[in-house]
C-alpha cells in the first residue's frame, strides 16, 4: 500500500513474520484524517 510506504522506514523479518519500523515524524505529519482516505 503506498500509504504504507510513505510512514515505514523499514521492514524486517521477526520470527516467520514482518515488523514494519515506522517513522513517527512521518506518521504525526500526515495525522489520522489523510490515513484512512
Not at 510506504?5 to 517513522?23: I, S
Amino acid at each position: 500500500d503506498p500509504r504504507m510506504a510513505k510512514m515505514a522506514c523499514g521492514v524486517h523479518r521477526l520470527n516467520g513474520q514482518l515488523m514494519v519500523v515506522l517513522d513517527v515524524d512521518r506518521v504525526l505529519e500526515i495525522g489520522p484524517d489523510r490515513i484512512a482516505a
